[in-house]
């Protein structure tokens, strides 16, 4: 906001000089120009500009003056010393300023170098948006490997999902009981193992897709970036091809055209239709749903069963009554 504020307040005091001449004082250093405050010539070195700098900041510190009246006339010396070395000490802002001697007719120009020294970012806005990509490429990373543990962790407290598992894990001989290699093991490190078996045949075998589906280097963003002209490529290419085969040439639609077309009609993303179950995708095809009429029609169905089977349910119920007693822009503390 401070920044905000400063930036409309130059541009403020630009509109004023729109018409004005060149000003007499230095945007810089006020009345004075920056070499003079340092009693230096242009072409003086670097190191002189640092030396001088230290002499006369130290001659008009304002805790070596008494009076308040020396002291803030000190402060006010001080100041301009500090502003007229810290636009002389570095390279680019002294070329600036050099430049704004030498072309005090452009107004415009130096205004614009000076304040956007002045209020402009420090850090390399480069730096700043790779730093930030980093930190969304790692957080993206570990939140899908959470997911995935998490979706890992709750197919093995299935019953259905555990059996299966515990079967394929002693058909391969890897909950078989070895006393000797248990034996100063507890109970709980027993279960602990055979936990982990049961988990990595889980991993192993079942194909979990969609949102919970195992992370790949292909899902962080800083990958999806560097491809992503590779992926808009293959989009265009995609794009035309199904112009030429299906619009121009009318060929009929695969089991992979159905399935895209059905999931468009659906408006959801292909990793929330990837976790449809078989037998519902089967039944969609069998529908016809990849035309539009077909799936408004089916559409309808299932919210009519779904608003069928809300008004059944106790929880529902009870709160239709609420709504009914008490509206839904109302607050009460009233429990009867």
């Not at 008009?60 to 010396?77: C, L, V």
């Not at 894990?169 to 936990?195: F, T």
């Not at 195992?214 to 808009?232: A, S």
Request: aromatic fraction near 14%.
């Amino acid at each position: 906001m401070c920044k905000m504020a400063v930036i409309l307040l130059s541009l403020l005091s630009l509109c004023s000089l729109a018409f004005a001449e060149p000003p007499d004082v230095d945007i810089y250093c006020g009345d004075m120009n920056c070499y003079e405050v340092l009693g230096l010539e242009r072409d003086a070195a670097k190191k002189d500009i640092s030396k001088v700098y230290r002499k006369l900041a130290g001659k008009w510190h304002p805790d070596n003056f008494r009076t308040q009246e020396e002291k803030d006339d000190a402060e006010k010396k001080f100041m301009q010393i500090a502003t007229a070395y810290e636009t002389l000490r570095d390279d680019e802002s002294r070329t600036e300023y050099d430049y704004m001697l030498d072309h005090p007719e452009e107004m415009w120009r130096n205004y614009y170098r000076y304040y956007r020294r002045r209020v402009g970012p420090k850090v390399d806005v480069r730096l700043v948006l790779a730093v930030t990509i980093s930190l969304i490429s790692a957080a993206q990373y570990y939140f899908s490997w959470s997911n995935y543990n998490e979706a890992i962790k709750f197919f093995a407290s299935v019953p259905k999902y555990r059996m299966q598992a515990q079967e394929i894990a002693k058909a391969d001989g890897l909950l078989k009981k070895d006393k000797k290699a248990d034996r100063g093991k507890s109970r709980e490190e027993i279960k602990e193992e055979e936990e982990n078996v049961i988990r990595n045949v889980i991993m192993d075998k079942m194909d979990i897709r969609g949102a919970y589906a195992k992370p790949t280097w292909k899902d962080v963003l800083w990958v999806q970036l560097v491809l992503l002209p590779y992926t808009i490529f293959n989009y265009i290419r995609w794009y035309i091809d199904w112009i030429l085969r299906f619009w121009i040439k009318k060929e009929e639609y695969s089991r992979v055209e159905h399935l895209y077309l059905i999931r468009k009609n659906m408006g959801i993303s292909q990793g929330k239709f990837d976790m449809i179950e078989e037998e519902e995708i089967e039944d969609m095809l069998e529908q016809e749903l990849w035309i539009a009429a077909n799936y408004k029609e089916y559409k309808d169905v299932k919210d009519a069963e779904m608003k069928a089977k809300m008004s059944e349910s106790g929880r529902y119920k009870q709160y239709r009554r609420y709504m009914k007693s008490h509206g839904n822009d109302r607050m009460t503390f009233d429990d009867s």
